[in-house]
């Protein structure tokens, strides 16, 4: 009996553990990370870059997370100048004796292109 009720409280905290180690934040969204207006671009494809850094008890972090960094990541991945259709959210993940917050940025990168003469093709 005391070794059963042992074992069950074991396996609810180790259930709870799994559980609880990792949680996401849907942070935001935005059309773009530069202004389009008056330019010509080539999409080159989707792509994602992150940053992360991690926390001392989950509380005194080294830094905190660089979105200019995320996004530098993601751009570089398809040699692109900027992304369209922007989503980010974080990801923190929970340890004994700290913490890892992962800042993840996804979109469609974009390179720009020299306008066409209006009377050539």
Known sequence: MKYT?????????SLSLTVLTGCVTPMGMTA??????G???EMLGKAE???TVWSVLGVFPVRRVDIDKAIERA?????????IN???YETTYY???????KLTVTGDVVRFVEPKPAGKK
């Open 49 to 51: 870059g992150s940053d």
């Open 95 to 101: 340890f004994i004796l700290g913490s890892v917050d």
């Open 32 to 37: 773009s990370t530069t202004p389009l207006q």
């Open 75 to 83: 751009v570089a991945q398809k040699g692109g100048h900027a992304l």
């Open 5 to 13: 009720r042992f074992k069950l409280m074991l396996t609810i905290l």
């Open 86 to 88: 922007v989503r980010w």
């Open 39 to 41: 330019k010509e671009m």
